[in-house]
């Protein structure tokens, strides 16, 4: 049903199928290979693995060669301390030490669900960071503490407002996680524009068209050939695309986000941030203070259940709950290895090769 979609999929052609315990261990010592302790190297494979398990593909491990460079040239701060600023029982401010994002949206959610689990809420804003990659990474840390999680984190601009004609927002992602008992947890992970920057850029790599309504140019015409690059030439939709379709929401949920990550915690919003980083937010409610963990449990099943039961449109192949697409896609992937793109397989293999650290994929 979905053709521009399926056409970003990849695939035996495009792609190399690697065991996930391969791909962690690469992408680990290539890390170390520039310097970074282990503990952080280790994290940053996690959560860069997960995201290629769960078929986000755009934040996966194919970033790691770059991020290596990154260090490697002093754009990060390496090793790195993720500093408190200022704290209460249930608020954080944290500083990333300007290093690798991943360490600081971590370490912002545990002390979330540190927070939450003695006073049934935990928030966190972390200023000075870099590129945190899937979202929904740090929301999914609290499920498994029985707790919803919440992370947001703003970036450099590539999103118009509603109603304008140039980028001043980034893609602005809101991630939302809640622990479903037998049904599959909800997770709901979203650019706040029609889609993350790097479809785009996976599109153009793939020399495949974009859909109208991703991106227009100055003059407002959709642009279907992926564009390279940022500039004032193009820019991206903010979600809903034109004012009838809702643009002036997801331009208002992206505004929110910059608020908490970029406003409250200082490191700027977007149009003040240098590219590639990241401000973050990380929340965590404790269900117990509120209700039974199982009785919340059992309510999230039923609503989920009924929602898949959903009479589907025609030529749909059912209804889904957020969080579905990305679990179906890992239960595939551990099985059968996760697809690296053609070009990122070669990268990060020369890549360890260059650093002289140990090949594993
Ligand atoms: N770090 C950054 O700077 C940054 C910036 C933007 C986006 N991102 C990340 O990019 C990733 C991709 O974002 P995106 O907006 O392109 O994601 P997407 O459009 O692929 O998916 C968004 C959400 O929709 C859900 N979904 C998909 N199909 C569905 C259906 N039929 N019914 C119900 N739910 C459905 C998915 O489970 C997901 O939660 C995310 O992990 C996000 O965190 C990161």
Redesign the pocket.
């Known amino acids: 049903m979905f053709v521009a979609l399926e056409r970003l999929k990849l695939n035996e052609t495009n792609s190399v199928r690697i065991p996930a315990a391969d791909l962690h261990k690469q992408v680990s010592a290539i890390l170390q290979g520039v310097g970074t302790p282990v503990d952080h190297a280790e994290i940053t494979a996690k959560i860069l693995v997960s995201?290629s398990l769960r078929g986000?593909d755009?934040?996966g491990v194919g970033n790691a060669a770059g991020y290596s460079r990154l260090i490697e040239n002093g754009t990060y701060t390496v090793p790195q301390t993720v500093e408190v600023i200022s704290e209460t029982g249930t608020t954080a401010l944290l500083s990333c030490g300007n290093g690798i994002g991943f360490i600081g949206a971590h370490r912002g959610m545990e002390i979330s669900i540190e927070k939450a689990g003695k006073t049934g809420l935990g928030m966190t804003t972390i200023r000075d960071g870099h590129?945190?990659?899937?979202?929904?990474y740090y929301a999914m840390m609290a499920l498994e503490h029985d707790m919803i999680g919440i992370a947001m984190?703003n970036?450099v601009p590539a999103v118009r407002p509603a109603l304008g004609a140039r980028s001043m927002l980034?893609?602005?992602?809101i991630?939302f996680a809640a622990p479903a008992g037998e049904e599959r947890d909800f997770?709901?992970?979203?650019?706040t524009s029609t889609?993350?920057?790097?479809?785009i850029a996976l599109a153009r790599r793939l020399g495949v068209p974009i859909p109208e309504g991703w991106a227009i140019t100055a003059e407002g015409e959709a642009i279907t050939e992926p564009p390279g690059g940022m500039g004032d030439h193009w820019t991206m939709n903010p979600l809903g695309g034109t004012r009838e379709q809702g643009s002036h929401k997801g331009y208002g949920l992206s505004v929110m986000v910059d608020i908490l990550c970029g406003v409250l915690s200082g490191g700027g919003f977007s149009s003040q941030l240098a590219t590639g980083e990241?401000m973050t937010w990380t929340m965590a409610i404790d269900i117990s203070k509120f209700r039974d963990v199982d009785d919340f449990k059992a309510m999230m099943d039923d609503m989920i259940r009924e929602l898949h039961a959903t009479p589907a449109l025609p030529g749909a192949d059912g209804v889904?709950?957020?969080?579905?697409?990305?679990a179906d896609a890992a239960e595939d992937r551990t099985a059968n290895g996760v697809p690296v793109e053609n070009s990122q397989y070669d990268e990060l293999r020369r890549r360890a090769v260059q650093l002289d650290v140990e090949v594993f994929i």
């Open positions: 995201a986000v755009t934040h590129h945190i990659g899937m979202a929904g984190t970036a980034g893609t602005n992602p991630a997770v709901l992970d979203m650019a889609v993350a920057s790097g479809k990241n889904l709950v957020a969080g579905d697409p990305e």
